[in-house]
């Protein structure tokens, strides 16, 4: 767990400036990633988040997904104004009085956003230095898919404590999280670990059934040499609360998800205190 502190302070691209003070001052700052689309970043964020701030945390989470902004509907803000003041613009308060900022807060439903690169990197480094996040514990970065703009913009920007890949267990979700995650260490970040979610489905009579496969992210993690953080299950209540705007871990804190993310959730704090410690 040594090197985990080595990349606390990581090193900066040339001409990067500093992060601002509100930003640093946030104790724990961790972004979630793949290198899939629609493998569940955003619900892992979401849950992370959530159980983190049930365990009596203060925490934020930035959505930096700027096409596809999702965080608020998971969150029930999607008619939440968002208001700037001299000193900066104030994040929405959504469930367990988490900090949220996201694009989706300032669109119209159904307004799309047609941006290339740079002003993508543009709106999250207003994201980055502009929102007050106040005195929080952790600071949760859901990622949009890829090893794009905006991964590398939010890496270049914050400096991170870990990073956690979230995959599936199917061969073309690893494909492309291997790839997300050397572009992790590439950056001279260390990955937090591996979240394998959709792992299995549990029919009626108590069958596991891995319907995108079995073992997948345990193969990768053993591979690469990082932590499996956890195996969530698909459970369709996930859909139901996700799209009523309560994340599973708050809404059916004993469902097996729930569980697993808080397996999940003790796994990060004692990697991040092990790290600490060392
Ligand atoms: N464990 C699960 N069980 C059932 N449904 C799930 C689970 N995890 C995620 N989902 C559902 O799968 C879909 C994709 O999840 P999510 O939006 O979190 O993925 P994403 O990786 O953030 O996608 P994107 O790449 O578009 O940002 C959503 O409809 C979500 O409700
Ligand atoms: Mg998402």
């Known amino acids: 767990m040594s090197n985990i502190k080595a990349h606390f302070q990581p090193s900066r691209a ?14 724990k700052r961790i972004a979630i990633m793949s290198g899939k689309g629609g493998v569940g970043k955003t ?16 925490v934020g989470i930035l959505d930096t997904d700027i096409t596809g902004p999702n965080v608020p509907k998971a969150l029930g803000l999607m008619k939440v104004p968002i208001y700037a003041t001299d000193e900066g613009i104030i994040p929405a308060e959504g469930p367990l009085k988490m900090k949220v900022m996201s694009l989706g807060l300032m669109l119209r439903e159904g307004d799309p956003v047609i941006w290339r690169g740079p002003l993508k990197a ?4 207003e994201f980055v230095r502009n929102v007050q996040w106040g005195d929080l514990d952790y600071l949760i970065v859901d990622l949009p898919p ?62 596991k059934v891995g ?9 990768l993690a053993q591979e ?24 599973i871990v708050i809404a059916d804190p004993d469902n097996p998800v729930s569980r697993a993310f808080k397996e ?14 060392s």
């Open 122 to 125: 543009k709106a999250i480094e």
């Open 14 to 27: 040339p001409g990067i400036p500093q992060p601002p003070e509100n930003v640093k001052k946030i104790k």
């Open 264 to 277: 999940v959730v003790d796994k990060i704090e004692e990697i991040l205190s092990q790290a600490e410690e």
């Open 146 to 207: 890829g090893t794009g703009d905006e991964p590398l913009s939010v890496m270049q920007l914050i400096p991170l404590h870990g990073v956690v890949l979230v995959t599936t267990p199917q061969e073309i979700s690893l494909m492309d999280v291997r790839r997300a995650l050397h572009m992790v260490q590439k950056l001279e970040y260390k990955p937090l670990g591996i979240v394998e979610n959709m792992s299995y489905f549990t029919c009626p009579g108590g069958e």
């Open 224 to 247: 690469e040499g990082v932590p499996l953080l956890g195996e969530i299950p698909i459970d369709p209540k996930v859909v139901e609360f996700t799209d009523k705007g309560i994340p």
């Open 211 to 219: 319907i995108f496969g079995r073992g997948g992210g345990r193969k």
């Open 43 to 58: 619900t892992v964020s979401v849950n992370i988040a959530s159980e983190l701030a049930k365990r009596g945390y203060s």
